[in-house]
C-alpha cells in the first residue's frame, strides 16, 4: 500500500486523529475484508500530506525469521509472541544448527516488538536459560512464578540480543531474563517499559468492559520495568542510520499519560561485511551487535582453547 512504519496517521476517512482515542483509531482502521479506508499520511522530509486508499484484508504474520551468517553465526528476529512463535523459533534454531560447524554465535532482534502471548515469551526464554526464574508476577496478594527447565536448553554459543524503545511486554520479559542470568549481552536503546499484568472485566450493564492493571511483571532478579524499561549493557542510539519505527524520538511507557508509576559520536555503517544483507548494511545496531557478537564468540573459543 506504501506506507512505512514511521508514517504519522492524520486522518482516517477525513476525521482527525489528533484527539482520537487509540482504540477509537483502530476501530475505524479495522473492517469487513476487501472494503476500504482512507488515511492521510505524513511522512519525515515531506513538506505535505497524502492520502492512501488501503484495502482491508486477513494478513497473516510470519512471526519469526532467521537467516545465516558469516562465521556460522545466526541471526534471529522475532516480530512478535504468537501461538506458534516458539514453534517457529525452534525450527529456526535447528536450521541454523544444521550446517558444518553448527551455530557459533546468535543475534537476536527483539526490536519493535510490541510483545504478545506471554506462555510463548516464556518458552522462548526458556530455550537459552536452563534453570531458575524467568519472570514473576506479583500483584496485592498473589505471587506467581516461571521457571526454566534443563531440557532443550542451548547455552553452548554466545548471544547478544538487540532491543529499542518499541521492544515492549512480553519481548522485555525475554529480555530481561537473558539479562539477569547473564546468557546474553543486550545491545540497542531502553526498551519500552511496559510490565503491567492487565485483567478485562466485563461487559458491564452498559456493555462496556473494564482493564484493570492487577499485577506487575519482575525480572529474576526483581526488577519492575514498568515505565523504566531494560537498559541495554551496551547503548547504541538511535541516529539516520539505525533500522528503526520513526523518524522522531521513540515514545515509551513513561511518556504516556496516567502511565503506573512504581516505588521503586555519530557513526556510519561499517564497509566491509561481506555476505551482509543490504538493510543490514544500514542499521547500526545490527553491524554494531554482529561486532560484538563476533568477539565474544572469539574470546570463548580462545578460551576453550586454554589447557587447565
Known amino acids: 500500500a506504501g506506507l512505512k512504519a514511521s ?3 492524520l486522518k482516517i476517512d477525513g476525521e482527525l486523529t489528533k484527539d482520537m482515542a487509540l482504540m477509537e483509531a483502530i476501530k475505524r482502521l479495522r473492517g469487513p475484508k476487501g472494503t476500504q479506508v482512507t488515511l492521510t499520511i505524513m511522512r519525515k522530509g515531506w513538506s505535505e500530506p497524502k492520502e492512501f486508499s488501503i484495502t482491508r484484508d486477513v494478513i497473516p504474520i510470519a512471526s519469526v525469521k532467521h537467516e545465516r551468517l558469516p562465521d556460522n553465526l545466526g541471526y534471529i528476529r522475532i516480530k512478535s509472541f504468537q501461538e506458534s512463535t516458539a514453534q517457529d523459533l525452534e525450527k529456526a534454531l535447528r536450521d541454523l544448527e544444521g550446517v558444518p560447524g553448527g551455530l557459533r554465535g546468535l543475534l537476536l532482534d527483539l526490536r519493535n516488538n510490541p510483545g504478545g502471548l506471554l506462555p510463548q515469551a516464556i518458552e522462548v526464554a526458556d530455550k537459552f536459560v536452563g534453570d531458575g526464574l524467568i519472570v ?3 500483584g496485592r496478594r ?3 512464578e516461571y521457571r526454566a527447565h534443563a531440557e532443550g536448553t542451548r547455552s553452548q554459543f554466545p548471544m547478544v540480543v538487540l532491543v529499542n524503545g518499541g521492544s515492549a511486554s512480553a519481548s522485555e520479559i525475554v529480555a530481561g531474563a537473558l539479562q ?3 546468557r546474553a549481552l543486550l545491545l540497542g536503546s531502553p526498551t519500552f517499559g511496559k510490565g503491567s499484568v492487565q485483567s478485562i472485566y466485563g461487559p458491564l450493564e452498559d ?3 473494564l482493564r484493570l492493571t492487577v499485577a506487575l511483571y519482575y525480572t529474576p532478579k526483581g526488577r519492575n520495568i514498568q515505565a523504566k524499561g531494560i537498559v541495554p549493557d551496551v547503548r547504541v542510539e538511535e541516529d539516520e ?3 528503526k519505527p520513526s523518524g522522531k524520538r521513540v515514545v515509551r511507557e513513561k511518556d504516556l499519560s496516567r502511565h ?3 516505588n521503586k559520536e555519530k557513526k556510519s555503517p561499517q564497509d566491509g561485511e561481506a555476505g551482509l544483507a543490504e538493510e543490514h548494511m544500514k542499521d547500526i545496531q545490527f553491524l554494531r551487535g554482529l561486532e560484538l557478537l563476533k568477539g565474544l564468540t572469539l ?3 580462545a578460551g576453550a582453547g586454554r589447557s587447565p
Open 136 to 138: 514473576y508476577t506479583e
Open 142 to 144: 498473589e505471587r506467581k
Open 207 to 209: 456493555g462496556s468492559g
Open 260 to 262: 503506573i508509576e512504581t
Open 7 to 9: 508514517d504519522q496517521i
Open 180 to 182: 539477569d542470568h547473564r
Open 241 to 243: 542510520w539505525e533500522y
Open 299 to 301: 574470546f570463548q573459543n
